[in-house]
């Protein structure tokens, strides 16, 4: 994992399975993950383990799909960071 501190903007959200994660070298547990680039275009996954987080965010954004602007999202709720997007990690 890195320590990529940065700004981040997400562009997609996916849920690993705990049988995947142990594949791309995480613990066996589900995560929940934000695909992410930076102001480069580089791309960076943000992984954490609050599904229930990714649920709120994802409901969040279906109530306003065309909202504009920045929210921050606690970096503890989303703490490991990896370079790539999981389909780059196998």
Excluded at 11 to 27: F, M
Excluded at 42 to 69: C, E
Excluded at 82 to 87: F, K, L, N, Y
Aim: aromatic share 12%.
């Amino acid at each position: 994992m890195s320590n990529y501190t940065s700004t981040l903007t997400p562009r997609e959200y996916a849920t690993i399975p705990a049988a995947h994660a142990v594949k791309i070298g995480l613990k066996d547990q589900d995560y929940a993950a934000l695909l992410c680039t930076d102001k480069a275009g580089q791309r960076w996954t943000r992984v954490g383990t609050d599904l229930n987080y990714l649920k709120m965010l994802i409901l969040g954004a279906s109530f306003r799909p065309r909202a504009t602007g920045v929210f921050n999202i606690p970096p503890a709720t989303f703490p490991q960071v990896r370079a790539g997007w999981p389909d780059d990690w196998v």
